[in-house]
């Protein structure tokens, strides 16, 4: 009997251990908030200059686990090598690996899960996908002036202006120092610290392509914060698709003259 009861209890913790090796690891307890996953780190890191042209392999990690089976590199906004698009992860699911070959000098851009369609692209096991995510980086070594990236040199009204007035100043113009894509913007605001939504705001780009204005009511005595591009969004690009660095500039207006 004592043998019965032993072999039975070996048979139970068999099973046991076989279900829990099937179960998604990623399984949340029953009382836990689902959230999409982000993207926490990468390598090379986002903006990075200097990379150096033998590295051998691009990595994205997860804040938590995720799907082997699904991943997203590549979107409309890329600027790659003639690479593959086979990954692997690490054992934890959370590191994503992809192996590249780069050339130096050059800038390159990755946009993950950039189509934004739901239960395409890196997702965790609930197939929640990770928002977009932009991987840009540059490689060590002389440039062509069309692998530049392009900067921003002026700005109305003036970076760090204490004293515009809201009753002249209804735009922000932005000049750069190339032609820029004139098909959207990378532009984002807070008003008195609270972000403003730009979705529908009217834009426009001089003849040359080289200034950006963006049509605005700004109220009196009220600071301002703009950033031009980010991991989210790289909306500023040069004509040669070439994203802009990430950039801030404020100023607070004044009560009306």
Do not use: C
């Not at 046991?16 to 029953?30: K, W």
């Not at 009204?157 to 009753?167: E, G, H, I, K």
């Not at 963006?214 to 600071?223: G, H, I, N, Q, V």
């Amino acid at each position: 009997m004592n043998k019965l009861l032993l072999t039975r209890a070996s048979f139970l913790l068999l099973v046991g251990s076989l279900a829990a090796q099937q179960t998604p690891p990623s399984a949340p307890a029953a009382n836990a908030t689902p959230t999409a996953p982000k993207v926490v780190e990468t390598s090379p890191k986002a903006w990075q200059i200097n990379v150096p042209s033998s590295q051998k392999e691009i990595s994205a990690t997860f804040d938590q686990e995720m799907h082997p089976g699904f991943t997203a590199w590549m979107g409309r906004s890329s600027v790659v090598g003639n690479w593959g698009v086979e990954s692997k992860i690490s054992p934890d699911r959370k590191t994503f690996s992809m192996n590249v070959s780069l050339e130096p000098g050059k800038v390159y851009v990755l946009g993950l899960n950039e189509k934004k369609v739901a239960g395409v692209g890196f997702q965790n096991y609930r197939g929640q996908s990770a928002p977009p995510y932009f991987l840009v980086f540059q490689t060590a070594g002389n440039q062509a002036p069309d692998d530049a990236p392009p900067r921003a040199v002026s700005t109305i009204p003036l970076a760090n202006s204490q004293d515009v007035d809201p009753t002249k100043v209804k735009a922000i113009t932005i000049t750069f120092d190339r032609q820029m894509s004139t098909e959207k913007h990378g532009l984002h605001m807070k008003e008195g610290g609270k972000p403003v939504d730009l979705s529908k705001a009217k834009f426009l780009y001089s003849s040359d392509g080289k200034s950006f204005t963006l049509a605005y009511e700004f109220k009196p005595s009220t600071p301002y914060e703009f950033e031009l591009n980010n991991t989210q969004d790289i909306g500023f690009t040069s004509a040669k698709r070439i994203p802009l660095w990430p950039a801030r500039f404020g100023f607070t207006t004044a009560q009306p003259r």
